[in-house]
């Protein structure tokens, strides 16, 4: 039955709900007073709405009137099963139940049947584009019959729902969006402001629009002072510096930079930041830095440390190879290419680069070497000759340490090298010298025992040998005095020789007997020393026990020059010794034709392919001695 | 009367220092051998070993003032006489060419010289 006053109320109930919705945002307001509003134009006890939710398989009760706490907001209807909220949504049609007790089609959720609810009207409410998006129910406690204007007025306010739905939820998700960037943002910023890692945000004009806490703290400024400002004002002058140069490139040219710079703070001392700048989409440049003054300093000591290290290596003079065992290839240090007579990179290091430049066979035991220690994984330590390029020879030590992968196999030498060179040659000739000391030893051993020996066989008694072996030998002990004194590529002069023989067998009074005429400095052959000064030792003898320096009227003459006749290779000393004023002695002769004779008329001519003479004259004896002298510029000791 | 053990025997005395080549040559003479030379210097050696007679042994001087023997010894070996070597140096110092040559150590005891003397002539 309908009546006008019905029809009335169902019109002033969409018009006010239209005003409404006109002046309200609130979906839940909306939906409560449109349920209001269904209820008291049909007379119901209830109305509500339910919403259709995410997983499509329940729907929630969103709004209502009439109904007892906790249903609305909490109250779930099955959208799956055979309900009749299933049915009309599924049907997109309005589905009534007059009477619950008569409906066989439907089961009904148990809070409808503890309102004691009688008869129902489901209509779908659809967003624009027929999205099913919930139900509009009307409840009765009675059975009733609804009727096509009824169903038509609920169909034409669930259509009115729909929209005004649609409008609020794009309002909802507006407001969500603009909250969670409003959050995000913030987050953002907290993140940006708390961060151990200073932030600042620069506009196009350099004025520093942000600047985070720990940026602050890093300069030493409170906030006000920097944030709003020109970068140029905050730091004067600061246009012109490194960093500010590459602020610009990044902001002009819109890439990232990054730079490593010192700041000055008053009162503390400097540090080193990184900085980094990315442009941003609105022309902005987002700065990042942050102290790198330990990674620095730890930068810096560590090449000071290396410099140390390699100026001590050039110092030493080591040359340092690192070998790739895997593939044979090396790198040298400048060193060891010098060692190897090149220039540094004049070559390609490698390992077999190496290796042959040793000499000869050493390449391949030097080789064997390496590898051997290398299994046994020992260091290798050794020394060898190289052979420049020039071909000149030098004496290597190498040490070598190896390094092994996880797998265990050798993948790395690393060697160092020293030129020893010299020293070879220092022990070379230590060698040497020890062996010619040795041989003279020996000799002289030999001499003296030769000494003894004739010097017995001509003595008539102990004493006299007693007396002629000590003089020969103190003679033999002068010499061999002259010769250790000398210094390598010296040589005895003969008037050196001389003196020293003389000044040892006579006193003053015996040398003013004597005049001794010849040029000074010339030097003899050392084989040549020994055996020429043992005869003058003889002649000296003789004079003194017997001649020009035991007799008051006698005199003794020396004289020597050096002379080279022509066609002959090397030059003479020719020595002559000329005694006068000697009254000879009956048995003077005999006594004078011993040893010393012999030694100057066999020995001399033997020994030094001398050409003497000895005569003994009626006032003494003449004696001409000449011996060979070394050729000019020889030094080579005889 | 000193034992003549080495009569008759043709020994080459090679020594450049004079004293040392006359005491050698001294006893050698005692115990009867025949001294060729003595000669001191390495040229005169060489030549005196080319023109003389049979040598049945010979007692070389390693140093000849500043060269080596060696030359001479070469020669000698060629001809098959045994050599003795005397030397102030270590016995190391003989090429090893020279292995069958006895070598006394500088002082040579005299004894210890006319037994390698007797030695190698016995050997031959």
Same mark, same amino acid.
């Given at each position: 039955?309908?009546?006008?006053?019905?029809?009335?109320?169902?019109?002033?109930?969409?018009?006010?709900?239209?005003?409404?919705?006109?002046?309200?945002?609130?979906?839940?307001?909306?939906?409560?007073?449109?349920?209001?509003?269904? #209820?008291?134009?049909?007379? /119901?006890?209830?109305?509500?709405?339910?919403?259709? !939710?995410? =997983?499509?398989?329940?729907?929630?009760?969103?709004?209502?009137?009439?109904?007892? =706490?906790?249903?609305?907001? @909490?109250?779930?209807?099955?959208?799956?099963?055979?309900?009749?909220?299933?049915? #009309?949504?599924?049907?997109?049609?309005?589905?009534? /139940?007059?009477?619950?007790?008569?409906?066989?089609?439907?089961?009904?959720?148990?809070?409808?049947?503890?309102?004691?609810?009688?008869?129902?009207?489901?209509?779908?409410?659809?967003?624009?584009?027929?999205?099913?998006?919930?139900?509009?129910?009307?409840?009765?406690?009675?059975?009733?019959?609804?009727?096509?204007?009824?169903?038509?007025?609920?169909?034409?306010? $669930?259509?009115?729902?729909?929209?005004?739905?649609?409008?609020?939820?794009?309002?909802?998700?507006?407001?969500?969006?603009?909250?969670?960037?409003?959050?995000?943002?913030?987050?953002?910023?907290?993140?940006?402001?708390?961060?151990?890692?200073?932030?600042?945000?620069?506009?196009?004009?350099?004025?520093?629009?942000?600047?985070?806490?720990?940026?602050?703290?890093?300069?030493?400024?409170?906030?006000?002072?920097?944030?709003?400002?020109?970068?140029? =004002?905050?730091?004067?002058?600061?246009?012109?510096?490194? %960093?500010?140069?590459?602020?610009?490139?990044? &902001?002009?040219?819109?890439?990232?930079?990054?730079?490593?710079?010192?700041?000055?703070?008053?009162?503390?001392?400097?540090?080193?930041?990184?900085? +980094? $700048?990315?442009?941003?989409?609105?022309?902005?440049?987002?700065?990042?830095?942050?102290?790198?003054?330990?990674?620095?300093?730890?930068?810096?000591?560590?090449?000071?440390?290396?410099?140390?290290?390699?100026?001590?290596?050039?110092?030493?003079?080591?040359?340092?190879?690192? %070998?790739?065992?895997?593939?044979?290839?090396?790198?040298?240090?400048?060193?060891?290419?010098? &060692?190897?007579?090149?220039? *540094?990179? $004049?070559?390609?290091?490698?390992?077999?680069?190496?290796?042959? @430049?040793? @000499?000869?066979?050493?390449?391949?035991?030097?080789?064997?070497?390496?590898?051997?220690?290398?299994?046994?994984?020992?260091?290798?330590?050794?020394?060898?000759?190289?052979?420049? *390029?020039?071909?000149?020879?030098?004496?290597?030590?190498?040490?070598?340490?190896?390094?092994?992968?996880?797998?265990?196999?050798?993948?790395? &030498?690393?060697? #160092?090298?020293?030129?020893?060179?010299?020293?070879?040659?220092?022990?070379?000739?230590?060698?040497?010298?020890?062996?010619?000391?040795?041989?003279? /030893?020996?000799?002289?051993?030999?001499?003296?025992?030769?000494?003894?020996?004739?010097?017995?066989?001509?003595?008539?008694?102990?004493?006299?040998?007693?007396?002629?072996?000590?003089?020969?030998?103190?003679?033999?002990?002068?010499?061999?005095?002259?010769?250790?004194?000398?210094?390598?590529?010296?040589?005895?002069?003969?008037?050196?020789?001389?003196?020293?023989?003389?000044?040892?067998?006579?006193?003053?009074?015996?040398?003013?007997?004597?005049?001794?005429?010849?040029?000074?400095?010339?030097?003899?052959?050392?084989?040549?020393?020994?055996?020429?000064?043992?005869?003058?030792?003889?002649?000296?003898?003789?004079?003194?026990?017997?001649?020009?320096?035991?007799?008051?009227?006698?005199?003794?003459?020396?004289?020597?020059?050096?002379?080279?006749?022509?066609?002959?290779?090397? *030059?003479?000393?020719?020595?002559?010794?000329?005694?006068?004023?000697?009254?000879?002695?009956?048995?003077?002769?005999?006594?004078?034709?011993?040893?010393?004779?012999?030694?100057?008329?066999?020995?001399?001519?033997?020994?030094?392919?001398?050409?003497?003479?000895?005569?003994?004259?009626?006032?003494?004896?003449?004696?001409?001695?000449?011996?060979?002298?070394?050729?000019?510029?020889?030094? +080579? @000791?005889? | 009367?000193? !034992?003549?053990?080495?009569?008759?025997?043709?020994?080459?005395?090679?020594? =450049?220092?004079?004293?040392?080549?006359?005491?050698?040559?001294?006893?050698?003479?005692? %115990?009867?051998?025949?001294?060729?030379?003595?000669?001191?210097?390495?040229?005169?050696?060489?030549?005196?070993?080319?023109?003389?007679?049979?040598?049945?042994?010979?007692?070389?001087?390693?140093?000849?003032?500043?060269?080596?023997?060696?030359?001479?010894?070469?020669?000698?070996? !060629?001809?098959?006489?045994?050599?003795?070597?005397?030397?102030?140096?270590?016995?190391?110092?003989?090429?090893?060419?020279?292995? *069958?040559?006895?070598?006394?150590?500088?002082?040579? $005891?005299?004894?210890?010289?006319?037994?390698?003397?007797?030695?190698?002539?016995?050997?031959?």
């Amino acid at each position: 039955m309908v009546f006008l006053d019905d029809v009335d109320t169902r019109e002033v109930a969409l018009v006010e709900f239209g005003s409404f919705v006109l002046d309200s945002d609130d979906l839940d307001a909306i939906l409560t007073e449109g349920c209001r509003l269904i #209820a008291e134009a049909l007379g /119901t006890p209830f109305a509500k709405i339910i919403q259709i !939710e995410p =997983d499509h398989n329940t729907g929630l009760v969103r709004a209502g009137v009439g109904w007892n =706490d906790g249903v609305v907001g @909490h109250e779930r209807i099955s959208l799956s099963g055979n309900t009749s909220e299933a049915f #009309a949504i599924n049907s997109a049609e309005p589905v009534i /139940t007059q009477d619950v007790s008569d409906e066989t089609r439907f089961t009904f959720p148990q809070f409808l049947i503890d309102h004691r609810v009688s008869a129902i009207v489901n209509v779908p409410i659809f967003l624009p584009g027929r999205v099913a998006w919930g139900l509009l129910q009307v409840d009765d406690c009675q059975p009733r019959n609804f009727g096509p204007v009824e169903i038509n007025f609920l169909k034409a306010y $669930a259509m009115v729902l729909g929209p005004v739905i649609d409008r609020l939820y794009a309002v909802d998700e507006r407001e969500d969006a603009r909250a969670k960037l409003v959050e995000r943002e913030a987050r953002l910023h907290r993140i940006l402001s708390r961060m151990g890692e200073g932030w600042a945000i620069l506009s196009p004009d350099f004025t520093i629009a942000d600047f985070n806490c720990e940026g602050l703290r890093m300069i030493g400024r409170p906030g006000e002072n920097v944030i709003g400002r020109s970068l140029w =004002d905050v730091y004067p002058g600061s246009d012109q510096a490194d %960093v500010s140069r590459v602020f610009k490139q990044a &902001m002009e040219e819109r890439v990232a930079v990054t730079i490593e710079h010192e700041v000055f703070v008053d009162g503390r001392s400097p540090i080193w930041v990184e900085m +980094r $700048a990315y442009p941003n989409d609105d022309g902005t440049l987002a700065v990042f830095w942050h102290d790198v003054t330990r990674r620095t300093m730890d930068f810096v000591a560590l090449q000071r440390n290396e410099e140390k290290l390699r100026s001590a290596i050039e110092v030493a003079g080591v040359g340092l190879w690192d %070998v790739d065992l895997l593939s044979g290839t090396a790198t040298w240090s400048d060193e060891f290419f010098r &060692m190897l007579g090149h220039e *540094p990179g $004049a070559v390609e290091p490698g390992y077999d680069a190496g290796l042959v @430049h040793l @000499h000869g066979d050493e390449q391949t035991v030097e080789d064997a070497k390496v590898k051997a220690c290398m299994d046994a994984r020992e260091d290798y330590s050794s020394e060898f000759r190289v052979i420049h *390029p020039d071909g000149a020879l030098r004496w290597l030590r190498a040490r070598g340490r190896f390094f092994y992968n996880a797998a265990n196999e050798p993948e790395r &030498m690393l060697g #160092a090298a020293i030129d020893i060179t010299e020293s070879m040659e220092l022990q070379e000739r230590q060698r040497l010298l020890v062996g010619e000391l040795q041989h003279r /030893t020996r000799n002289l051993m030999s001499v003296v025992r030769s000494i003894a020996e004739t010097t017995g066989r001509s003595s008539n008694d102990f004493e006299e040998f007693r007396h002629k072996f000590r003089d020969r030998l103190d003679a033999l002990g002068r010499v061999q005095g002259l010769l250790s004194q000398l210094g390598p590529n010296e040589r005895v002069t003969f008037d050196q020789l001389l003196r020293t023989e003389l000044a040892a067998l006579t006193d003053e009074a015996a040398l003013r007997k004597m005049d001794l005429s010849g040029p000074s400095g010339i030097a003899l052959r050392s084989g040549s020393v020994q055996a020429l000064a043992m005869a003058l030792h003889e002649l000296g003898t003789n004079a003194l026990k017997y001649g020009a320096f035991k007799q008051d009227e006698a005199r003794l003459q020396i004289s020597w020059a050096v002379e080279q006749s022509e066609g002959e290779a090397r *030059p003479w000393l020719v020595i002559d010794w000329r005694e006068s004023g000697v009254e000879m002695a009956a048995d003077g002769q005999t006594q004078r034709s011993g040893q010393g004779r012999k030694l100057i008329e066999m020995g001399l001519p033997y020994q030094l392919a001398a050409r003497t003479t000895y005569e003994l004259g009626s006032d003494g004896v003449h004696c001409t001695i000449a011996i060979p002298l070394p050729e000019k510029g020889a030094n +080579r @000791h005889g | 009367m000193v !034992e003549q053990v080495l009569g008759a025997c043709r020994v080459l005395v090679v020594e =450049d220092e004079y004293t040392i080549a006359e005491e050698i040559c001294f006893e050698l003479k005692r %115990v009867g051998a025949v001294v060729i030379g003595p000669v001191g210097q390495l040229r005169a050696a060489i030549d005196l070993v080319r023109t003389a007679p049979e040598i049945d042994v010979s007692v070389l001087d390693l140093n000849l003032g500043g060269e080596t023997v060696f030359p001479l010894a070469d020669l000698l070996a !060629e001809r098959g006489v045994p050599i003795i070597f005397a030397t102030g140096y270590d016995a190391q110092s003989i090429p090893s060419r020279f292995a *069958p040559a006895a070598t006394l150590v500088k002082p040579v $005891a005299i004894s210890a010289m006319v037994k390698a003397v007797s030695s190698a002539i016995i050997a031959r």
